[in-house]
């Protein structure tokens, strides 16, 4: 009956409490008092011995002492702050439990993530200030009396990052990294490898880096005006900066999953190594324009073994447990023109070229499957026949996610028309050039990542969301921050807050708080100021 009570009084207050607490995303439950309690001169951190726990507790720590200008001790056990783990198996591996009271906060978790977690609420519930990187005069640190229980709705939250049309350099990627955490998502999809540039050292293939990687020009303007900058362009991540960032990302609980693209998307590869695609006497040329190429890999043997190899050090960089081959727009006329693919259809009993692209993909899902890993692909791995042990992920509407849920398989709904933040999200006339499309914040913030189509147990199938960044027009990460941000809170408060817990009016009351944070950290989002050359300005610190 207790319990019942506290939920019904959740339920009642959750609205007002929003009035003094404008987190994001919004948490599942919270319940307020009168008062708050105020960060002591040398405030103690308390956690359990555990290194992952005082982790955890020493960023917190550091941050308290960069905005606060006083420095916040780290101890085992007890605290002003206390981390403290929870048997509640209700939290999950992610969910936590905040309590703010007179005797200070305690943060309860079943897993130090999920304290993490905690940590991030804990900070936006107090002055924006906090978010500072130097201390801030003149500020009551104070943190409001709430109770506060908090459980994702999905466990796949992520946020994906092009780097192949325009390379990012580490230090942004770092901070794009940063945000996902802030933001409580837990998955950094890195898209490596494409026609315009190959930015992944592969040490067995040393002319990846300095012939794939650079391309003669790049397109200027939209892609209908068909100029070009005649400038020289490159870049890519040694392997040892790829472990740097897997650390990095790992410290904030965030996943890192590459991507290599197969088998289109393959001209900056077959630019160093022609003789994996349809013609080995070509000379191939790395990307210049924008959209698809018809060179593509060609499924010989020597092209499976180059493949194995390259996901082989990728798999052996990164821990993450998915893999992501890419597998979309693979244009199939060299194929069809090829006695070669025509023969290999026949050898193999397929219908088509798309089974043939199958074919390709089931063999790539079996040798990541013996890595002990699984693979993810763009929606089109449906076509010819689904590999049995694949991820979905649904990018043309959600029709693909459907229709792999309802063969039990798992699903990360990104659909365009509400996840590509590459799209004008204002009057085209007034904004610098983008892809194309028009999805604002609102569009963004009213995704429903599980279709009404499928049943309870179908449902189970549909992972999480995704919001992916593709940088044919954003060359500096300004721009995109610019295009990012706030779209990419709005997604991540659909991954995280119920259906029922969101509401777009609440959000946004929310949100104008949430960028005064973004302010303090530098973000360049959409809203900040650019002068009449559509060049991006970053906004003072308030």
């Not at 991540?492 to 929310?510: I, Y």
Request: glycine content about 8%; proline content about 5%; overall charge neutral.
């Amino acid at each position: 009956m207790k319990r019942f009570l506290f939920g019904l009084i959740c339920c009642v207050l959750v609205h007002s409490a929003f009035a003094q607490i404008h987190v994001i995303p919004k948490p599942t439950q919270v319940l307020t008092a009168k008062g708050a309690w105020t960060l002591k001169a040398k405030t103690k951190i308390g956690a359990p011995a555990d290194a992952t726990w005082q982790h955890v507790a020493g960023m917190l720590a550091a941050q308290l002492g960069k905005a606060t200008g006083n420095a916040a001790q780290v101890a085992k056990g007890k605290g002003d702050i206390t981390l403290v783990t929870s048997s509640d198996a209700s939290l999950g591996e992610e969910g936590y439990r905040l309590l703010s009271t007179p005797k200070g906060v305690t943060i309860q978790a079943q897993t130090a993530k999920g304290a993490f977690y905690g940590v991030q609420t804990l900070l936006q519930m107090l002055p924006v200030e906090i978010f500072s990187d130097k201390p801030v005069a003149g500020v009551k640190w104070t943190v409001p009396y709430a109770t506060i229980k908090d459980v994702p709705r999905y466990a796949y939250r992520g946020l994906m990052l092009d780097v192949c049309r325009h390379f990012m350099p580490i230090e942004f990627v770092k901070k794009y990294i940063d945000l996902i955490a802030l933001h409580k998502q837990n998955q950094f999809h890195w898209h490596l490898t494409d026609d315009q540039g190959w930015r992944i050292e592969i040490k067995k293939y040393p002319e990846l880096k300095t012939i794939s990687s650079k391309r003669k020009e790049t397109m200027k303007g939209h892609y209908r005006d068909q100029k070009f900058d005649g400038t020289p362009y490159e870049g890519f991540y040694t392997q040892e900066e790829i472990k740097e960032v897997i650390k990095y990302a790992g410290d904030r609980f965030v996943n890192v999953i590459p991507e290599i693209e197969m088998p289109g998307h393959a001209l900056a590869a077959l630019a160093a190594y022609p003789q994996l695609g349809n013609n080995p006497d070509k000379i191939y040329q790395v990307g210049t324009k924008w959209g698809v190429y018809d060179d593509v890999f060609m499924p010989r043997e020597e092209t499976f073994k180059f493949l194995e190899d390259v996901l082989t050090e990728v798999i052996d960089l990164f821990p993450s447990k998915y893999i992501h081959i890419g597998g979309d727009e693979c244009p199939k006329l060299q194929w069809k023109e090829s006695r070669f693919a025509q023969d290999l259809i026949k050898k193999e009993g397929l219908k088509d070229e798309h089974g043939l692209q199958s074919y390709v993909i089931k063999r790539v899902d079996k040798f990541i499957t013996s890595k002990g890993r699984r693979m993810i692909g763009w929606d089109e791995i449906l076509e010819g026949g689904l590999s049995p042990n694949a991820t979905v992920m649904s990018w043309r509407g959600t029709e693909g996610g459907i229709a792999a849920a309802k063969e039990r398989h798992d699903v990360i709904m990104t659909p365009g028309g509400f996840c590509y933040l590459d799209h004008y999200q204002a009057d085209a006339k007034t904004q610098p050039v983008a892809f194309g499309g028009f999805t604002d914040l609102a569009k963004s913030y009213s995704f429903e990542p599980t279709p009404a189509e499928l049943s309870a147990e179908e449902g189970k199938h549909i992972l999480g969301v995704q919001g992916n960044v593709w940088t044919e027009y954003m060359k500096t990460p300004e721009y995109v921050q610019y295009m990012v941000w706030p779209r990419a809170t709005a997604l991540a408060e659909v991954g995280w807050t119920s259906k029922e817990g969101r509401n777009f009016e609440d959000f946004s009351k929310r949100l104008e708080i949430h960028k005064k944070r973004l302010d303090f950290l530098g973000v360049n989002y959409f809203g900040a100021p650019i002068n009449s050359q559509f060049e991006y300005v970053w906004p003072e610190k308030k």
